[in-house]
């Protein structure tokens, strides 16, 4: 458990709240609802980062920012004025306490119920602990996934302290702090991918039968459980599975692979001091297996699933992976 009070909530309330969260936010914000959250960089009018939040529509005419380390308020303060936008920018009296870990969402459904099982990554509901207006969001900075409990009422800071403890001890629950030590060994170099929030779409072998595309469609989900499972928490929109021929080949040391036009990609090894060795990391903690080659994309083109992207040049990683779900 981690106090993470610092992270303000700046408050977009009426008509414009969704217009100005989609000038603000450097991502689509279509199909935004109540309850489901999105990761939203901010940047200024030269694209440069200038924020991270995760946003939250809370109401129909309400968005709320939860910021990292910069005041957020005056620059959409400053945002709506120029613009004549009919919203009101507040910072709320609302502080996160975090409670990340294998056994947060253990903790979590003993305070508040089976229902916190069903939240998706980025989800959130309002409810109440006893008497303690909260809402609870699934996110966080553990690999092992974890949720964020946002206090309404700052005069029951230490009340909710206290519940959470208690809720914890049978799991061992500890005050924290983020762990960067722990996440490179895991493999979450600090980075926006291990925020989750991600959008995925699965292509599988046109020669897969019935029952392998199913069981397929299952692992890449994180739906059968095992190494995959993590996806289940780190995918919060799928895009859909399609069948269609998958063509994997390797160059010497570059691995290519094919999706019809949809998918050309390709990685190679990076060169080390020695260019007879690869550069690998070895024996972690990481979820996709224990040995890393570190390497970069040769290829990476993308048409598929309404989506356009190129990862030609950026880092990349090879890695025996684990594919099976647990008997």
Known sequence: ??????????????????????????????????????????????????????????????????????????????????????????????????????????VLADLFGEWIHDLRYFGFRQTMLGSIPVVVARSGWSKQGGYEIYLMDSASGTLLWDRVKEAGAPYGIGPGTPNYIERVESGLIPGRMSRGDWKAGTFIDERADERAYEGLAQIFKGEAGGTTRLFSMLISEDLGVESAPVKFERNEDERLLTVEKKIVGGVSPIQGTDASKEVTVNNTGYWMGPDITVAQATKGRVRAFGRVWDFEGRSAEICQINWNAPH
Do not use: H
């Open 1 to 106: 458990m981690w106090d993470v009070g610092v992270e303000r909530q700046v408050s977009l309330k009426g008509p414009d709240a969704l217009e100005i969260a989609r000038q603000l936010a450097g991502r689509n914000l279509d199909g935004l609802t109540i309850g489901q959250g999105k990761y939203a960089p901010l940047c200024d009018f030269n694209g440069r980062l200038i924020n991270d939040p995760v946003l939250l529509q809370v109401a129909e005419d309400e968005i709320w920012l939860s910021i990292a380390d910069s005041d957020i308020s005056l620059w959409a303060t400053a945002f709506a004025g120029a613009c004549a936008m009919d919203v009101q920018v507040t910072e709320l009296d609302v502080s996160p306490l975090a409670v990340q870990g294998p056994k947060a969402q253990l």
